[in-house]
């Protein structure tokens, strides 16, 4: 019997998947602030009702494969790209991923779409955030969907991902059941709560940008301020995510879907102007699942912790080459060098 869970951790919930070879037996979803503060909880509902052989923990920006137990506070640093000082969101969820190294469950980090040698090396130049620990996750349900919808063997599977979430949309492209090309949702088009990639001007005007302030500028801090000009958010919006998909579409030219993820990607308005706007490329569909009330990315954590636990998705999983994933999220700065970066972030390179 192969028991494993996925967990997606997001700014506005943390969902939960489990399956025992295959088939779902936990599909959870609540609140990411009820779930941090009580991590006692949350690590005892992931061992019910038996301790799964391997879970896909929370890995943020993401960290080359390895075991939650053995992370060093330097690698949840690198993985959460926040200093300590930093208490918010991203702070509460560095301190779950710290509780569950220390537990004693099968935990793995897994990483983002930036240590994945498919991804080559001119594409990551001053990148950090080509999709995040989740996408990658995401990306696994894509594969697994077309495997079973359109009978395609991992080799085969080509398609651009956009997830619509909560804060951010990102992108990630696909070819032959590789990663190839991602936008992470600070460096990509405008999200609903996000501004997504800032223009170095404004970045400039604002004189510090935080943390916090990469959760502010979308769609919603416009709604906000002029809500009677709602045409001309939702128009930036959903521009911002077909010039994406056009965007990857180069670097994936056999892509002949768009999967879409995230909350928002229900909402048939958005779905009806995207479909009108990339019908050239091909359909766009809802990435979907077998699970009910997690997110998408939480059920791809779980298929993926069954092909890294030998199981039926063994195959796809080495064609992605999550094992052989390297190095870290700073590694191919240019504007700042990787030391300045580490010392940002309050990394101690002698530990």
């Excluded at 223009?199 to 979308?218: H, I, M, W, Y």
Aim: charged share 20%; net charge negative; aromatic share 4%.
């Amino acid at each position: 019997m192969n028991r494993v869970v996925g967990i997606d951790p997001g700014t506005q919930s943390i969902d939960v998947c489990g399956m025992v070879n295959g088939q779902l037996y936990l599909d959870r979803s609540w609140p990411t602030a009820e779930a941090i503060s009580d991590p006692a909880g949350f690590i005892e509902l992931l061992a019910t009702p038996a301790p799964p052989d391997l879970i896909v923990g929370p890995s943020g920006y993401g960290l080359p494969l390895g075991w939650a137990a053995e992370a060093t506070e330097n690698d949840l640093l690198l993985a959460f790209l926040a200093p300590l000082s930093e208490t918010g969101g991203i702070g509460g969820l560095r301190g779950l991923a710290r509780k569950l190294g220390t537990s004693e469950l099968p935990v793995v980090y897994i990483p983002g779409v930036i240590h994945l040698d498919t991804v080559p090396d001119h594409r990551k130049l001053n990148r950090v955030d080509l999709g995040t620990a989740d996408k990658l996750c995401a990306v696994v349900l894509g594969i697994h969907d077309q495997g079973v919808r359109r009978d395609r063997m991992p080799e085969e599977s080509s398609f651009i991902l956009i997830e619509l979430g909560g804060a951010f949309t990102a992108g990630v492209a696909v070819e032959r059941g590789q990663v190839v090309d991602g936008v992470g949702g600070t460096s990509g088009p405008i999200g609903w709560r996000a501004a997504g990639a800032l223009d170095a001007e404004v970045a400039f005007l604002a004189g510090q940008v935080t943390k916090a302030a990469l959760f502010q500028g979308g769609v919603s801090s416009f709604l906000d301020r002029q809500p009677e000009r709602r045409p001309i958010a939702m128009k930036a919006y959903l521009e911002g995510a077909v010039k994406a998909v056009r965007q990857l579409r180069c670097s994936a030219p056999s892509a002949d879907e768009i999967l879409l993820s995230g909350r928002h990607a229900t909402e048939l308005e958005i779905r009806a102007t995207l479909a009108a706007d990339l019908a050239d490329i091909g359909p766009v569909r809802i990435l979907a699942g077998s699970a009910v009330h997690a997110r998408q990315g939480a059920e791809g954590a779980a298929l993926l912790a069954d092909g890294l636990a030998g199981g039926t998705n063994r195959a796809l999983v080495d064609r992605l080459r999550v094992r052989e994933a390297r190095g870290t999220a700073l590694d191919n700065l240019l504007f700042v060098s990787p030391a300045a970066a580490r010392r940002h972030l309050g990394i101690d390179d002698s530990l």
